[in-house]
C-alpha cells in the first residue's frame, strides 16, 4: 500500500473529512485502506473508506439517495432504502446462508435484524457508494457474525477462494 494522503478538512461531495478514524480495512496481506471519520452536511457522522472519497464513489451519509430516491417515489419505508441497494442484497443473501452456515440472532430478527448489521457494516468501513467490497467470514468453520465477518474486495476474495481450495488438495 502506498503512503497516506491526508484527507481531514477535503470536502467530497456532501462529506467533510474530521479526522483518521484509527480503523482500517482487513487483507490477508496485513495492509488495509484508510477509514475516515467524516461529517455529512446534514450533521450525521460516517465512517468513510479512503478510495469511496476519493474517486467519488461516497458522496454523502445516504441522506443526497434518499432525496433522490424521495423526489422519484421509491423510498422504502421499512429501512430508508431500496431493496437493490448493496448492502441489504448482502444481508439478504447472508440470511440465506449455505450448506451448515448460519447467521447470528442478531442480524436475523424480523424486526431489528437489518439495522443491527447495517450499523455494524457502517461501523466497520462500509459506505454507501461502496461497489468492490462484499462480507466476508474471517474464520471459515465459524457463522456470520459480527465477530466474524469483515469487508474484503472480491479479488481478495477469489484469491482466498484459490488458496483455501489449495490447501485442500
Known amino acids: 500500500m502506498g ?11 456532501r462529506l467533510k473529512v474530521v479526522q483518521d478514524s484509527g480503523k482500517r480495512t482487513e487483507y490477508s496481506h496485513g495492509d488495509g485502506h484508510v477509514i475516515w471519520a467524516c461529517r455529512c452536511d446534514c450533521g450525521k457522522r460516517v465512517k ?3 478510495g469511496n472519497l476519493r474517486y467519488a464513489h461516497t458522496k454523502s451519509c445516504g441522506c ?12 422504502n419505508i421499512k429501512h430508508g432504502e431500496n431493496d437493490k441497494s448493496r448492502l441489504y442484497v448482502a444481508w439478504i443473501n447472508i440470511k440465506r446462508g449455505g450448506k451448515r452456515i448460519k447467521v447470528c440472532k442478531e442480524w436475523l430478527d424480523k424486526k431489528v435484524g437489518y439495522f443491527s448489521f447495517r450499523a455494524w457494516a457502517l461501523d466497520h468501513g462500509f459506505s454507501v457508494g461502496s461497489c468492490n467490497f462484499i462480507v466476508d467470514r474471517i474464520d ?20 482466498r477462494v484459490w488458496k483455501d481450495g489449495r490447501k485442500n488438495h
Open 3 to 13: 503512503k497516506k494522503i491526508n484527507l481531514v478538512g477535503q470536502r467530497f461531495g
Open 64 to 75: 443526497l439517495k434518499k432525496e433522490q430516491m424521495r423526489t422519484l417515489g421509491r423510498v
Open 48 to 50: 468513510v473508506i479512503s
Open 140 to 159: 471459515r468453520r465459524k457463522n456470520y457474525s459480527p465477530s466474524n465477518c469483515r469487508f474484503i474486495t472480491r479479488s481478495e476474495m477469489m484469491r
